[in-house]
């Protein structure tokens, strides 16, 4: 009878320590803005070829005219909507690998050159309490001109950043 009594007591421990576990892991993935920003990352970095990536970006920059580039870009399925603000649109489709990084799709945006610094293509997630994080790419030569968020290299041209809110 005691050890019947036992074993429930160290069930009933086992249970309320995975509940514990599996809720703070939870709570951390929701709300853990580094943690969010270094699993995706980690995800780009095992999915996505860093040269496919820059060939997208790159191609995607020359198909619009530096004029325009400043334009958000909407995802729908893996393909990218571009509106131009001539009132015209294109779709190029999403490199592989970047569908499912994190809950919500990433917003791109084109940026013209402007400062000494290249056009490129802004990839950005987060938002809300949690800031953002994303990805800056460019041609290889690429550097970006503001590094007043926390950032790294993953390639030459292709970079990670994080901006705290």
Known sequence: MRQ???LKIFGVGVIAALIIGGGAYWWRSMTDYNYIADRCERKIERRCDPRVLQSWATNLIMRV???ETNSRV???GK???VDLPNGNSM?????QGLDGIWRHRPAVVLREARGGEEAYVLLLWGGGM???WGMS???PSFV????DRQGRQWKPGIYFWREYR
């Not at 779709?91 to 490199?95: A, E, I, S």
């Not at 970006?144 to 590094?147: D, H, I, R, S």
Request: glycine share 12%; no cysteine; charged share 5%.
């Open 137 to 139: 790419i460019g041609s």
């Open 74 to 76: 909407d995802l729908v």
């Open 130 to 132: 949690l800031g953002h």
């Open 65 to 67: 005219s530096l004029g």
């Open 91 to 95: 779709r190029v489709t999403l490199p």
């Open 79 to 81: 393909a990218v909507s």
């Open 4 to 6: 019947s009594h036992l």
């Open 144 to 147: 970006p001109a503001q590094w």
